[in-house]
């Protein structure tokens, strides 16, 4: 019998050939954990040695952070301003008060994605992938409200 099917050898290497093809078919929970944690893995690496090769640009990295951090926090303390100064002066004013703050607030609201990547990029950088994510949606949002 074992002649007709051809040697027990060459049978076992059949079984076992599609065995292994049948596996390779299925992309269990455990190798997509594997595979995702060795993408984040190349991906901090990544920022990690992008940093590392652009340490020159370091200080024009810093300053645009700082500034765009500025006016960010300027329109925020603004508008925080222009709602408590309308509390002091005639109901008229008080509105336009209101609604310059409303305005500002709104202003601020559409760099806040461009603030949390900043603040992450300096403080989080291995959790960047955490965080890119939330920040992109952010942005789009206001985006479509305009």
Known sequence: MGKI?????????AVS??????DALVYTDEEKAQDAALERQK???MVVEWMGNTTGQKLARRLIAVSITFVWLLQYIAAWGLVVAAIFVDPETGERLKEASALTQEHSD???????LIL?????????DKIVGPAMERFAKTNKKK
């Open 110 to 116: 559409g760099m806040t994605g461009a603030i949390m």
């Open 43 to 45: 991906a901090r690496s």
């Open 5 to 13: 099917f051809g040697s027990e050898k060459a049978l076992e290497s």
């Open 17 to 22: 050939g599609i065995n292994r093809g049948l």
């Open 120 to 128: 992450s990029f300096y403080f989080a950088a291995p959790h960047m």
